[in-house]
């Protein structure tokens, strides 16, 4: 059922804002975040050179907020017109089917906390974003677990993503193709988890 | 080797009443199906209390597994009751209505709904008449086989049974038509007529409302390749979205 | 020009479209969906001399080999119309996209089937009724979304409505989940309602093919006839609620049947038929596997059952070309036929008999017509393999279309008769209906049901005794007598099963005394009709079509004589 366009516009573009640009955001994170490993001044370094980019706020706008509302607003709504059933039908594709809404939910509040307090908030009160900032918050022993509970769900939600967008888009048909990606999708969700929780261990110092 | 049969039946007298459970316990032969149990209670319809009561209501028909008739849920899972044998059923084994359809009585279901989405993504080949016309399109064997394979969906509803996306708040027209879609436009007579089927399912309900559980393959008696056919066909659509929009 | 159609199967849907196509306005009743109806459970295919394999087949061949299975009882104008359509047939089905299995260059593969030389069965893997009727389904959706023809799905037929000079103007049904009586208006009706396996408890039938529509009209004046012809086909698997079908294309495709015999594997229908082997004709094989077991005692693990064998053929070309029974078998049997021999034994199967037709498909009431298994006309006392589903289509093919001709030279339309016709059968049903839900006996209908089959398959069967045949009917008019005792156990006006059942049983069982005193009075054997006591054919005496008329004593029996104007009869051989 169609929320905007009828039904076929609308779901493609949610599909497709899921990879570009909000996937492709989620992995600059982990890289610029990487700089973390090199220490604090390296780090806060970098990030310096990311704030510079001209016209970063309608950038921010029209590339990450934009599609982003869009995915989520859209994507909750998908959410509510499931009725999960893994309880009667154990299989494993609705295992990941029922996680991918579930962490759809985790992410959706992760980044609404992240997003303001890392960027609306502290924008507001004027701070640079260093790793002082990020060290700061990720210290404490609750923030660091809720930074890491939406880092999982983030990456769980981004790599079972590919895996249902190459059905979505028709680029993975039958089972041994689908198969084949389940597996890259797997691992990538361990490399990502891994090099993300790292980052994060060095951000708390 | 039980002396006897324990069956719960969920039983309702039509779509309005509450339901209830209603127990059996039928004496034991080998090589029973669910079926032939409920057989069994209708010549002597007493409950496990001693008590008299209705014979339950079913459908079914050929009792081998290639009308779809006697489609329920057997100990949770959607499945044709014929084939579903008592030796392999844990016990007491429970018997429900399919859970997506309206209940007519017990569990007899109104699946009406699967042929009106049968009709809407006109699962059909457009032949002008029955008249003869001589021999038809040649067709490769191989392309053959897995039509073939579709084509013995016999509309039993357990596709949609295990879907998570077909539900009384969505209006997804379901697995089993999107594969005959498929079907139907790969036929060389049927492909003259496609656009109409591709518009169908580019519209309200069609085929992105699909979520990928992939239950719909897992549930399938027949194991007819629904997920393949899904995907293949989101492919085509998008080319079809892309080519079209260029079009215009 | 209004047409009703009762029965969802082959002929009932080819008449459904060949009626719309002429113009006519369509109602369709059938008791289940289209899809679920019984034509798909035939499995093998369907025959057509479109001598594609360079094994010069013919027409005329087609045409002989079908007399000949049916042991010279059809009558031969009629099946030289069938035989001469069957390709046309087939390419119209094709055109529908039947995925009929192709030879290697794409054109239609056939196959070998019983009773015959040439390959001429077309199929599509071993579900080709299913493929048929879906491909017919189908097309009936599609005249249905234009609006052309309207569906009444979960109906039973009643009665036919007729008035006072003795013409059909419609039709009396009950919707089985209101439980609703309604009368129709047609200007005419064809009954395309299959056979009445049900009659002999279990079968290969479907559970809905009670005969009870014709056994309804039979009641109202129509005549049954060759009733006592019935085919048990040799290759079903045993089973406690049903007779699951194995198809004749196992055999057709290198199946071998056999015993132990002295510890070792006989191959008995190798042996006594060297000419066609394992592909002797259907009354042949079962009445074989019959001997073999039940007068040899050589059955396996001493019990009713040979073996089927298709375990020396290559697992692909079996899955490719038998698919569906291997998994009917795997999923019902638990074991693999690729791997271990399936056990069988013959299980009724097909009525050669049904309701009495002229070559129009028109019974002897006027606007009545009957087309599929439920007449008569192609089979004569046996059927071949694969001409079922032909003869199914191939008189849906011709009613629809004789029905129409038949409309156009009516001297005044259903429309104009008087409603007080129609309200009388109604008042009729009504009545039939209440004092059916007025049963407050002892007798269970399920147990006088599971009586009757287990009569009809004893004494009714492959083998006919003289004495058998009468202990038989003395059973039949017992439970004729224990059935106004029925206690009925569901007097809900919701979706009421058991109320049908009531009426169907009694339908059926004026059927089985049909298919009994047929078979008693037939002194001789013929095609499925064999009688120990009378083992020859005897064309002098009873080369005639068999005609049952209901009385309320009992069925009172004419004799037709056969049209034999094209094929001179024969002796009919297959050593």
Request: aromatic share 10%; proline share 5%; net charge neutral.
């Amino acid at each position: 059922m169609g929320l905007i366009t009828g039904n076929f516009l609308e779901r493609k573009i949610h599909s497709l804002t899921g990879i570009i640009p909000i996937g492709v955001f989620l992995l600059e994170h982990l890289i610029t975040n990487s700089f973390a490993l090199k220490g604090p001044e390296y780090y806060n370094q970098k990030i310096e050179a990311f704030q510079q980019i001209p016209f970063l706020v309608p950038i921010e706008i029209l590339l990450i907020a934009i599609p982003l509302a869009f995915h989520t607003i859209l994507g909750l709504y998908y959410v509510y017109l499931s009725k999960n059933n893994v309880l009667q039908y154990k299989y494993f594709r609705n295992y990941m089917f029922y996680l991918q809404r579930i962490t759809a939910i985790i992410t959706f509040l992760f980044v609404l906390y992240h997003a303001y307090t890392a960027r609306i908030a502290r924008a507001a009160a004027g701070i640079e974003i260093s790793y002082e900032f990020m060290n700061g918050i990720l210290s404490q022993p609750l923030f660091f677990i809720i930074y890491l509970v939406g880092l999982l769900a983030a990456v769980f939600h981004f790599s079972n993503g590919i895996y249902t967008f190459a059905i979505s888009w028709g680029i993975t048909l039958g089972p041994r193709s689908q198969k084949i990606l389940q597996n890259v999708c797997t691992a990538l969700f361990f490399i990502m988890s891994g090099v993300g929780t790292i980052e994060l261990i060095a951000l708390a110092g | 080797m039980p002396d006897s049969i324990h069956l719960k039946i969920k039983r309702q007298n039509g779509s309005r009443d509450l339901p209830r459970w209603e127990e059996f316990k039928v004496p034991y032969k080998p090589n029973m199906n669910v079926l032939s149990v409920l057989m069994e209670i209708r010549k002597n319809p007493v409950n496990v209390n001693g008590e008299k009561t209705t014979p339950v209501v079913w459908d079914c028909s050929c009792l081998e597994e290639v009308c779809g008739a006697c489609t329920m849920v057997i100990n949770g899972n959607v499945r044709q009751a014929c084939s579903a044998l008592i030796d392999k059923l844990p016990q007491p084994i429970t018997l429900q209505p399919l859970s997506k359809f309206p209940v007519v009585r017990d569990l007899k279901v109104d699946r009406a709904v699967l042929f009106e989405h049968l009709k809407k993504v006109k699962a059909w080949v457009n032949i002008d008449g029955t008249f003869d016309l001589g021999p038809g399109p040649r067709v490769p064997e191989r392309e053959r086989r897995w039509m073939y394979e579709i084509s013995r969906c016999m509309t039993c509803g357990c596709c949609y049974e295990a879907c998570p996306n077909f539900n009384s708040r969505s209006k997804f027209i379901g697995p089993a038509p999107l594969a005959q879609v498929l079907r139907f436009n790969k036929h060389p007579i049927g492909a003259m007529t496609q656009e109409e089927r591709m518009e169908t399912i580019m519209g309200e309900g069609g085929i992105t409302d699909c979520g990928n559980a992939q239950n719909c393959i897992e549930a399938c008696p027949k194991k007819i390749p629904l997920t393949t056919a899904i995907a293949q066909l989101n492919r085509d659509t998008t080319i079809h979205g892309i080519r079209s929009w260029f079009r215009k | 020009m209004k047409v009703i159609v009762i029965g969802g199967g082959l002929a009932g849907l080819l008449s459904v479209i060949k009626a719309a196509e002429a113009g006519a306005e369509v109602e369709a009743f059938s008791l289940v969906p289209f899809k679920r109806s019984h034509s798909l459970c035939a499995q093998g295919g369907i025959n057509a001399a479109l001598n594609t394999k360079g094994e010069n087949d013919s027409i005329q061949q087609h045409f002989e080999d079908t007399i000949v299975g049916g042991d010279f009882l059809a009558n031969q104008t009629p099946v030289k119309g069938l035989v001469e359509a069957a390709p046309g047939l087939i390419y119209a089905f094709d055109r529908m996209g039947v995925m009929f299995n192709r030879t290697p260059e794409g054109f239609i593969d056939l196959r070998l089937f019983g009773g015959v030389k040439n390959r001429r069965t077309a199929f599509a893997g071993a579900t080709t009724g299913q493929q048929l009727l879906y491909a017919l389904d189908e097309q009936v959706r599609k005249w249905i979304a234009a609006g052309k023809v309207k569906e009444y799905i979960g109906w039973e037929f009643l009665s036919a409505v007729i008035d006072d000079e003795g013409i059909c103007r419609g039709i009396t049904a009950q919707d089985l989940n209101s439980m609703e009586i309604h009368a129709f208006r047609a200007d005419a009706v064809i009954l395309a309602t299959g056979g009445e396996g049900m009659i002999y408890g279990k079968s290969t039938n479907s559970v809905i093919c009670t005969g009870s529509a014709a056994g309804a009209v039979y009641q109202q004046g129509v005549p049954f006839a060759n009733g006592e012809f019935v085919q048990f086909h040799p290759t079903a698997m045993p089973g406690d609620d049903k007779l699951r079908l194995m198809s004749e294309a196992s055999r057709g495709e290198g199946g071998r049947i056999w015993t132990y015999k002295d510890g070792k594997p006989w191959y008995f229908l190798e042996e006594w038929y060297p000419a066609y082997g394992n592909l002797v004709p259907r009354d042949i094989a079962s009445r074989a596997i019959y001997k073999v077991c039940v007068e040899m005692g050589l059955g396996i693990d001493g019990k009713n059952q040979v073996y089927l064998d298709l375990t020396h053929k290559d697992p692909e070309f079996l899955e490719v070309r038998l698919g569906g029974i291997m998994e009917i078998y795997r999923n019902f049997y638990g074991e693999d036929p690729v791997k271990v021999p399936m056990k069988i034994f013959p299980a009724p199967h097909y009525f050669m008999g049904g309701m009495y037709v002229d070559w129009n498909h028109m019974t002897n009431i006027p606007g009545l017509f009957a087309a599929g298994e439920c007449d008569y006309m192609y089979h004569g006392a046996n059927r071949l393999g694969a001409n079922s589903l032909l003869s199914a289509a191939y008189s849906g093919y011709i009613c629809g279309p004789n029905a129409i001709k038949y409309i156009k030279g009516m001297q005044k339309s259903a429309a104009d008769t008087p409603q007080s016709i129609f309200d009388r059968e109604l008042a009729r049903q009504t009545e039939i209906t209440q004092s059916i839900y007025n049963m407050d006996g002892t007798e269970n209908p399920y147990i006088i049901h599971e009586e009757m089959g287990e009569t009809m398959i004893t004494d009714v069967g492959v083998v006919r005794y003289e004495k058998n045949l009468l202990r038989a009917d003395e059973k039949l008019q017992e439970l004729t007598e224990r059935y106004k005792n029925i206690g009925i156990n569901d007097t809900g006006r919701w979706a009421n099963d058991v109320m049908p059942f009531v009426r169907q049983l009694w339908n059926m069982l004026q059927l089985a005394r049909v298919i009994t005193l047929g078979a008693y009075n037939r002194k001789e054997s013929r095609g499925s009709h064999y009688m120990p006591d009378y083992p020859e054919r005897n064309d002098d005496q009873w080369l005639k079509t068999t005609k049952a008329y209901w009385t309320e004593s009992g069925p009172r029996f004419e004799y037709e004589d056969v049209d034999v104007s094209l094929l001179k009869p024969r002796a009919r051989k297959y050593d």
